[in-house]
């Protein structure tokens, strides 16, 4: 039996690309792609799969949610994350959210058959690298290693820091994300409190900065 596969990417040439990649293996079949959360709800749905591949940047939506949302739904539920993000920042994230792997977009053609392979025996699928960093923290060096850096802050402090660097005001912000201006204003101070930074304008500077380095925007 083939385990059916749910891919969520709101790039069609992708999508496109990724089924095809796929479909050629004996032991795996697409059935079903969706490009917003939206789609995804009703393809889980509908169509049952085994597994589901879903980008971290869901054009207005953050794919972390809809991991959180199909873990709850469904215990052990496999998922691979795949984004352009930083691994060192974002992996432990997605695994934190309910996926089991974590691949970088530019590497996704030779890693995602082999994810998918460990993920559906078990296994949890990330880089070396990251494999290393989280046994880091198992050893208490967490305290660290997040003092004063991005991996500090909770998922929706980093939303906020992430449209900060997109040039966003407080009140486009509050508007996005359906949240009071206070509340925008709240998350605002605690993470310039736990990066350490002085006033607005140095939350701006690093804020531009980080987004920048991290590939956020997308088409």
Request: proline share 2%; hydrophobic share 40%.
């Given at each position: 039996m083939?385990?059916?596969?749910?891919?969520?990417?709101?790039?069609?040439?992708?999508?496109?690309?990724?089924?095809?990649?796929?479909d050629q293996e004996d032991d795996f079949t697409v059935c079903a792609v969706a490009e917003d959360i939206r789609e995804a709800r009703k393809a889980f749905a509908e169509k049952v799969p085994d597994m589901a591949i879903i980008d971290v940047a869901l054009a207005d939506d953050n794919g972390l949610d809809?991991?959180?949302?199909?873990?709850?739904?469904?215990?052990?539920?496999?998922?691979?994350?795949?984004?352009?993000?930083?691994?060192?920042?974002?992996?432990?994230?997605?695994?934190?959210?309910?996926?089991r792997g974590y691949v970088m977009k530019k590497e996704a053609s030779e890693s995602v058959i082999a994810a998918l392979r460990n993920m559906r025996e078990g296994k949890i699928h990330v880089s070396n690298s990251?494999?290393?960093?989280?046994?880091?923290?198992?050893?208490?060096?967490?305290?660290?290693?997040?003092?004063?850096?991005?991996?500090?802050?909770?998922?929706?402090?980093?939303?906020?820091?992430?449209?900060?660097?997109?040039?966003?005001?407080?009140?486009?912000?509050a508007e996005r994300m359906t949240l009071g201006i206070k509340t925008i204003g709240t998350y605002r101070d605690r993470i310039k409190q736990k990066l350490g930074l002085k006033n607005a304008a140095e939350l701006i500077r690093r804020a531009v900065l980080w987004t920048n380095s991290q590939n956020i925007h997308t088409s």
């Open positions: 083939k385990s059916k596969i749910l891919i969520v990417d709101d790039h069609p040439i992708f999508r496109m690309g990724m089924k095809e990649l796929i809809l991991v959180e949302e199909l873990s709850a739904a469904r215990k052990d539920f496999p998922m691979l994350v795949l984004s352009m993000h930083d691994e060192s920042v974002w992996a432990e994230r997605a695994l934190r959210a309910g996926a990251m494999v290393s960093l989280l046994l880091n923290k198992l050893q208490g060096d967490s305290d660290k290693q997040n003092t004063g850096t991005e991996e500090s802050l909770t998922e929706r402090e980093l939303e906020v820091f992430r449209h900060i660097g997109a040039g966003l005001s407080t009140r486009e912000i």
